[in-house]
T-cell receptor, first 113, second 113 residues
């Protein structure tokens, strides 16, 4: 049982480049989300999804796009990378009830130069 | 909007000593409260949660937390800290029907020999 798988683990981009961070889960979770973690800022929600075909914005959505075409996958797209998007990105999933803990991936460390 | 405050950015505790990490939240109704732990280079793992009922909840790894409505607090405690407890700890709050979690900024626990 792989849980939540994020790829790549590390990525360096130049300003203006685009890329997609991949997230896949094999637990049949309805809920998936993307957070970014910056020093002293905790985790901030970027986008989330409560099921295939349904996405919504979190606290810091600007500069990011998401889609949810399947239950398993929830990719995060950076449209035009900026140095302010240098961060560690975490994908998390759960069943859609408070009794279900969030399962986190191991993160993607992104540097934008 | 709900918010979570973890007043201590860093805490250093001697191995074998007791630990208390503070968490205060701002929310009108009864919140769903969580503590997560993050080891270096890893995603977050759920330690414990509170929804209702007994205000003292037990979690994994010997941790417990107490919900105090009058103080809007949900402090995490452990009677005797082990070196392996060194990590970053996050308090989180949810509200209403299942939706997103709001995380505090985290407290880094250092354990001295």
């Amino acid at each position: 049982n792989a849980g939540v798988t994020q790829t790549p683990k590390f990525q360096v981009l130049k300003t203006g480049q685009s890329m997609t961070l991949q997230c896949a889960q094999d637990m049949n979770h309805e809920y998936m989300s993307w957070y970014r973690q910056d020093p002293g800022m905790g985790l901030r929600l970027i986008h989330y999804s409560v099921g295939a075909g349904i996405t919504d914005q979190g606290e810091v959505p600007n500069g990011y796009n998401v889609s949810r075409s399947t239950t398993e996958d929830f990719p995060l797209r950076l449209l035009s990378a900026a140095p302010s998007q240098t961060s560690v990105y975490f994908c998390a999933s759960s069943y859609s009830n408070w009794d279900s803990p969030l399962h986190f991936g191991n993160g993607t460390r992104l540097t934008v130069t | 909007a709900q918010s979570v405050t973890q007043p201590d950015i860093h805490i250093t505790v001697s191995e074998g000593a007791s630990l208390e990490l503070r968490c205060n939240y701002s929310y009108g109704a009864t919140p769903y409260l969580f503590w997560y732990v993050q080891s270096p280079g890893q995603g977050l793992q759920l330690l414990l949660k509170y929804f209702s009922g007994d205000t003292l909840v037990q979690g994994i790894k010997g941790f417990e937390a107490e919900f105090k409505r009058s103080q809007s607090s949900f402090n995490l405690r452990k009677p005797s800290v082990h070196w392996s407890d060194a990590a970053e700890y996050f308090c989180a709050v949810g509200e209403g029907g299942y939706s997103t979690l709001t995380f505090g900024k985290g407290t880094m626990l250092l354990v001295s020999p």
